[in-house]
Each structure stands twice: as structure tokens, then as C-alpha cells.
């Protein structure tokens, strides 16, 4: 079994656990016991509770499909500090944040995880999330996402049946999810697609987002992909390379890759390539401004040519460092380098 399946057939048993230690009602419960001091308060917003005026914790709400990595996600915002929260009824979110409030600072960040474990209660996440905006709580949605195929294997690796296919087929749970969880990911802060990533890569991701002492106004990564193996389904924004003529029909450049130096001096040699660069830089800053005036603080750039080896690496690599220069903080991932 590799490390990526060990890591799921622990989060899928923990999905199926009874309602006991684990359960949002107790641990919330425990809140003050939990709490280690290492998040920081969120600035500007006070509630008042007796007497005193209390810092408000910030909130992260994550979900998503089963078997997407929830509990790896969890688990790395606990590792950075964060108080977590796993399976809690959506009606219960206020007044865990409420508990946090009262903490004195001890509970600076919470992070809650739901799912269609609670499905019962899934119904009040809405009117919850009213609640939130109501009391001025700054709260972000991560949603884990993942392909059809990725799933059925995952599930298939643990012999575990999906929480909602009930009588049917994985693939019958899975389609009864993403219909639930449709509108809740078209809210998401943050998407992250999972089907290629294993356990350190996607806590790589989460770290990148989450572990800065100090909230940048817009994160971004640059994702390099190739068309051949499918569109990144947690893009934004996707550009495409294949304008440029293909390295990989240059007999001494198709071993190498678009951060060999001189791959990137042969596609950046190509009439039209720095213009791209440049303009579409433009671009960027014109989207990255809209961004920020809607409150949307993460992006992702998908950034393809054909195989994903050439001409989009050497693009994403710089683009990614023309963003940096203007104050973005920049992930970098070469999603389909190596696969040939």
C-alpha cells in the first residue's frame, strides 16, 4: 500500500467513526483544553461577552467530496496551530466561534470540518453561514475536490462503501454528493483538486496558504499542465502555450524540460512568447485588483501545452516570478512534468 493510500484508508475509517471523541458537541466543549496560543487574533473584529470586549476567532470551513483529503487538511491547520473541529453540525459554527471568542486569545483560529457525515444537519449550513456574515466573522471555505476516477480508486483501495450510496455503486454516492455539495463549492474560497496529489503534496498546498504569520491580500499558484492529460479542474484561469512551436520536435531539447535553460531560451526566442509574458502579466494585475475588491483571496493560473513538459513550464516559471515581483505570494506546481 503507498503512503497516499495509507493516508486515505485512515481518513476514510475516520469519516465512519461513530459520533464519540470526535464529535464537533464535545470538542467544542473542550475548547479552552485544546487550545495551544499558537494562532494569532483576527484584527478588527470584537464581540462583547459580559463585560470584556472579545478578539473574534478567524474561521476556515472545510468540505468536500469523501475521500478528497478533508482529514489531511484538518490535520495540517491543527499541525500549524489552528483549533479544529471535526464533523460539527453546521448549526453549532456560531457558537463555536462564540467559545472561541470567550477564550481570552487562547482560541485565535478555528477551523471546522463539514461533510455529509452531518448530513442531517447539512441543511443549517446556510442559515449558519448568514449567522457568520451577521456578526462580521472573517471566515474562508476550502473545498477538496477530486475526479470520479481518483475517488472510485480510493475507496476501492480500503474496501470502505461511500456515506451515501447506500444500496448502489461508489460511483452512485459520489454523483449524490456533488449534487449536495454543488452550491457549497461554488462559495469556496479555495478549491483544491486532489486527484494527482499525494499526502505531502497536498500538505504542501495547505501550508502555503496557511502558514504566513500575517493574511497577504491575494495568493496565487501557477499551475503548468499539459491539455493531453485533462484541464486542472481547480483553475481559474487557463492559458494556453500551444501557440508556440513545440520543443519537444527539437531532437536535443526533447529530453530536457522548460526549466532547462535552454528549453526556456528556445520558447522565449519564438515571436510572440514575450509579448504573451507581458500582456498577459497585464492582465493579471487588471483580474488580481477585481480580486481583491470582491474579497477573493486565492487564485489559481492554470498555464498548458501539450504534454505539459515544454513550453508551459517554462511559461508558468516566469510568469510566476513577474507575479512575486508585484507582490503576490506565488505557488508553483508543474502538475504533469515527468509523466512521459
Known amino acids: 500500500m503507498t503512503e497516499n493510500e495509507h493516508e486515505q484508508e485512515h481518513e476514510q475509517e475516520h ?7 470526535h464529535d464537533g458537541t464535545d470538542r467544542a466543549h473542550d475548547s479552552t483544553d485544546r487550545a495551544d496560543g499558537a494562532g494569532h487574533v483576527s484584527t478588527g473584529t470584537t464581540t462583547e461577552t459580559g463585560d470584556a470586549t ?26 500549524l ?13 456560531p457558537t463555536m466561534v462564540e467559545l472561541g471568542a470567550r477564550s481570552q486569545g487562547n482560541v485565535a483560529r478555528i477551523a471546522v470540518v463539514v461533510d455529509v457525515r452531518g448530513r442531517r444537519f447539512f441543511d443549517n449550513l446556510r442559515e449558519s453561514l448568514a449567522d457568520l456574515a ?25 474496501r470502505r462503501p461511500h456515506p451515501l ?28 483538486d486532489t486527484s494527482s496529489l499525494n499526502v505531502h503534496e497536498l500538505r504542501a498546498k495547505m501550508d502555503a496558504q496557511f502558514a504566513g504569520d500575517e493574511e497577504p491580500e491575494l495568493r496565487a499558484t501557477v499551475m503548468s499542465f499539459g491539455f493531453k492529460y485533462g484541464l486542472p479542474v481547480d483553475a481559474d484561469l487557463v492559458a494556453d502555450c500551444r501557440f508556440l512551436p513545440n520543443p519537444h520536435w ?61 513550453r508551459s513550464v517554462a511559461m508558468s516559471e516566469k510568469l510566476a516570478a513577474r507575479l512575486a515581483a508585484e507582490g503576490i505570494e506565488t505557488v508553483l506546481v508543474h502538475r504533469d512534468m515527468g509523466r512521459e
Open 134 to 158: 451577521a456578526r462580521h466573522v472573517t471566515r474562508r471555505i476550502v473545498f477538496l475536490e477530486s475526479s470520479d476516477d481518483a475517488l472510485v480508486r480510493r475507496f476501492e483501495s480500503v
Open 250 to 310: 527539437v531532437p536535443e531539447l526533447r529530453p530536457f524540460t522548460g526549466l532547462n535553460e535552454e528549453v526556456s531560451a528556445y520558447v522565449f526566442n519564438q515571436p510572440g512568447a514575450k509579448e504573451f509574458l507581458n500582456q498577459y502579466t497585464e492582465l493579471l494585475q487588471l483580474v488580481a485588483a477585481g480580486y481583491r475588491r470582491e474579497g477573493k483571496r486565492y487564485v489559481t493560473i492554470a498555464v498548458g501545452c501539450t504534454g505539459g513538459k515544454h
Open 81 to 93: 496551530g489552528w483549533f479544529v473541529v471535526d464533523n460539527l453540525p453546521p448549526a453549532l459554527i
Open 54 to 79: 472579545a478578539a473574534i476567532p478567524e474561521l476556515v470551513i472545510i468540505s468536500g467530496m469523501s475521500g478528497a483529503g478533508r482529514s489531511t487538511a484538518a490535520k495540517c491547520l491543527e499541525d
Open 15 to 21: 469519516e465512519h467513526e461513530p459520533e464519540s471523541a
Open 165 to 192: 450510496q447506500g444500496d448502489g455503486r461508489i460511483v452512485d454516492g459520489i454523483a449524490a454528493e456533488r449534487d449536495l455539495l454543488r452550491e457549497l463549492r461554488g462559495d469556496a474560497d479555495l478549491v483544491i
